[in-house]
């Protein structure tokens, strides 16, 4: 029997209970043959499908992580043995083999079921532009779907396949996902390889993910991410940073409430507040920022030669047969022709200088919430008003790939008329797994069903890789690198984050230590006569570990410190011939203790 979902889980329990891949296959191309969302252009033939599914038939379902699940493709992604049109039929041709991303899933067992409707050439964020029909939401059919990767998130949400890739460049892949209620995971550029891909701004495009859960989404970027060398735009995943465990205290960024934009919506400030005190209960503090450089790098997407990339992307079909075109895609188009070579030169300095303002905030913040969009209109009304209405939605999401920031849109709510609302947490490049797994406990807080089913769920709260392999080390100080004191800067400026404020075990002497400035404690590790004695537990990035470390004066050094909870990690040690001409200061308990006895 069909599971009522498609997630992974529910999937993996249906094939142990007997359900037959050929059958469920053949089900599914069923319902998309009749879909009336216009979610679809094209499906693989049943003979192609077939041929597919049977060569998992006899493989260990253990040995594929993706072992039998279904995804759609965007139709600027090329899938063996269909044509790739970009949502235009006149560019349509066939391509001599799948695109690297799609190779790869296939090879980890996942199986596609055909090409999604697109805004055509990937120009747009509502889903309408496009010859092969307005591709409509999933919960009602008036509103649109959210674009460019219509399909690809309309198909996810009526449970027509578990996943899907889209493509994003300014909001493709969280937009639908927000008006859908679906995770959409836009990766840092270039982790996802885009060789075979139809390009819209080559320097700006990424690959992206809708799932109906944020692990199964971790688990299609585990299968999918891979550095491509044949792709001049590929690089490799780097160490992620800090991830966000539950008992972790993180900071994340809310726009100042006059920087908020909803377009008149009444609803939205509501539940997008309700997202904001989430994840509070999550364990986050919210900051205020300044969101205006963020807002005018937005502004540079189209008002800067950014278009001429999609004219560059299309230039020799445009020149050619430019009618073939939807009006509003070859009017938008036909802009990036005019862009000069200077102005080209003078947004991107511009985009230099508002990238240093907005990484600013990265020294203070985890991460940035806002909402994804923040109306949602009706496919009428966008039709009737294409440009303006489009620009709006773009609203929280243009600025993204200029900045290279990685994201993630989660649902978050419903509102009273039924239609989902969902926000967006974005964080700098290579953060995809540490904000999947905040995602992950988001969704398994919020209660919401997935996709437009009305079975409730809960998803799993964790991933289901180690979420911690980030590339960070943990470091206990208690001196002067703790908080506000003289040495803190060499971890802040190594990109260190206060992950705690806590205790040692109670097995050690402390002292002050002879010489200075600055005045430095030493610790040392007792049989019996201990104390306990206060520390913060501060995170580096690895690749920094080893300079701070080098930087450390004898008689100290890093060892491994025992905390409170029983747990060790690395920290301030000191030579014990060190301490016979120190001052004995256990008594106070730490650092600030005695420091503050001395000016007393």
């Known amino acids: 029997m069909i599971p009522a979902q498609l997630d992974f889980a529910s999937l993996a329990a249906a094939y142990q209970a007997g359900l037959k891949p050929r059958d469920f296959f053949l089900e599914l191309r069923r319902r998309a043959l009749a879909d009336t969302h216009h979610a679809w252009i094209s499906l693989l033939s049943e003979a192609r499908l077939l041929a597919l599914v049977e ?49 790869r899933l296939i090879a980890a067992g996942a199986i596609p079921l055909g090409k999604t409707n697109l805004d055509q050439f990937a120009t747009g964020l509502n889903g309408t532009r496009s010859p092969y029909g307005a591709c409509r939401n999933a919960f009602d059919p008036a509103y649109i779907s959210g674009g460019s990767s219509s399909g690809s998130a309309v198909s996810v949400a009526l449970g027509q396949v578990s996943f899907s890739l889209g493509t994003d460049t300014a909001g493709s892949g969280r937009v639908p996902a927000a008006f859908n ?3 959409g995971l836009k990766p840092s550029c270039g982790l996802l390889s885009s060789r075979g891909v139809v390009p819209a701004c080559r320097s700006l495009d990424s690959v992206s993910i809708f799932a109906l859960t944020a692990g199964d989404a971790a688990q299609v970027f585990a299968a999918a991410a891979g550095y491509d060398a044949a792709d001049s735009f590929s690089r490799p995943l780097k160490p992620h940073g800090r991830g966000f465990p539950a008992g972790d205290a993180f900071r994340f960024g809310v726009p100042r409430a006059d920087q908020l934009a909803f377009f008149g919506d009444a609803v939205n400030p509501g539940l997008f507040e309700a997202a904001v005190a989430r994840l509070e209960q999550l364990g986050g503090q919210r900051c205020e920022i300044d969101f205006a450089p963020f807002l005018e790098t937005a502004r540079l997407l189209y008002g800067g030669p950014w278009v001429a990339e999609r004219y560059h992307a299309i230039k020799d079909f445009f020149e050619r047969q430019p009618e073939s075109l939807f009006p509003v895609t070859r009017d938008i188009t036909l802009g990036g022709g005019k862009a000069t070579a200077v102005e080209a030169f003078a947004a991107s300095y511009r985009l230099r200088e508002l990238k240093r303002q907005c990484d600013a905030v ?24 294409p440009i303006r209405l489009n620009s709006d939605l773009g609203y929280y999401t243009n ?110 002497r402390f002292y002050a230590l002879a010489g200075g400035p600055p005045l ?22 690895s690749e920094r570990f080893g300079d701070f470390v080098a ?30 001409t120190a001052e004995d200061i256990t008594a106070f308990g730490g650092w600030r203790a005695w420091l503050a006895s001395r000016t007393a």
Not at 77 to 92: E, N, Q, V
């Open 362 to 385: 990265w020294a203070e913040l985890d991460l940035i919430i806002t909402p994804t969009a923040g109306f949602h209109p009706t496919i009428a009304a966008v039709e009737a008003d």
């Open 551 to 580: 930087g450390i004066p004898a008689p100290l050094g890093i060892g491994k410190v025992r905390l409170a909870d029983g747990s060790e990690v690395c920290g301030f040690i000191c030579e014990g011939a060190a301490v016979a």
């Open 399 to 508: 600025f993204m790939n200029l900045l290279d920031y990685s994201a993630v849109a989660v649902p978050a709510a419903f509102r009273p008329d039924g239609l989902p609302f969902g926000v967006t947490l974005f964080a700098p490049a290579h953060q995809d797994i540490p904000l999947l797994q905040l995602a992950a406990r988001w969704q398994a807080d919020s209660g919401l069903p997935l996709g437009a089913s009305t079975v409730a769920a809960k998803p799993a709260a964790t991933l289901p890789t180690d979420p911690t392999a980030g590339g960070q080390i943990r470091v206990a100080v208690c001196g002067a690198h703790l908080s506000g004191l003289p040495l803190n800067w060499q971890l802040t400026q190594r990109g260190g984050r206060l992950i705690s404020v806590c205790r040692s075990a109670p097995e050690y």
């Open 55 to 103: 060569a998992l038939e006899g493989r260990d379902p253990a040995t594929l992580p993706l072992y039998g699940i279904p995804f759609a493709v965007k139709d600027n992604i090329d899938l063996d043995g269909l044509p790739t049109t970009a949502g235009c039929p006149d560019f349509a041709y066939q391509p001599a083999e799948s695109a690297v991303v799609v190779s």
């Open 181 to 183: 209620n679906l995770i």
């Open 520 to 541: 430095r404690p030493g610790m040392v590790r007792v049989n019996e006569g201990g104390s306990a004695i206060d520390m913060e537990v501060w995170e580096l990035p």
